[in-house]
């Protein structure tokens, strides 16, 4: 039988992954926000590999969030099995993909 080496809460039982999840896509959304919505030209070029950064972090951020992958240890093997909404070994293997 596995062992999770990660568990899906801290200490006090308290289950972070919504929360950061929640913080993660609002603060991206909102750095999208400012680098279209301002027309300094100093800024120029660089707004789309802003963009680019935060489109990226949104991606891994919702694949995250829906996969929930944990690696557990069966013996000398490491596996990546998803405990999310897509518990499937596809799931694991978008999030993978997606890093």
């Known amino acids: 039988m596995g062992t999770a080496l990660f568990a899906r809460s801290d200490k006090n039982g308290v289950?972070?992954?919504?929360?950061?999840?929640q913080l993660a896509i609002s603060v991206n959304v909102m750095l999208l926000r400012i680098v279209f919505a301002s027309h300094r030209r100093d800024v120029g070029l660089y707004r789309y590999l802003i963009a680019t950064?935060?489109?990226?972090?949104?991606?891994y951020t919702i694949i995250h969030y829906l996969v929930y992958p944990i690696p557990e240890m069966h013996g000398n093997a490491f596996i990546l099995g998803g405990h999310g909404v897509f518990n499937s070994r596809l799931g694991a293997c978008v999030y993978c993909a997606d890093k």
């Open 15 to 21: 289950d972070l992954r919504d929360d950061t999840s």
């Open 53 to 59: 950064f935060a489109v990226s972090d949104l991606s």
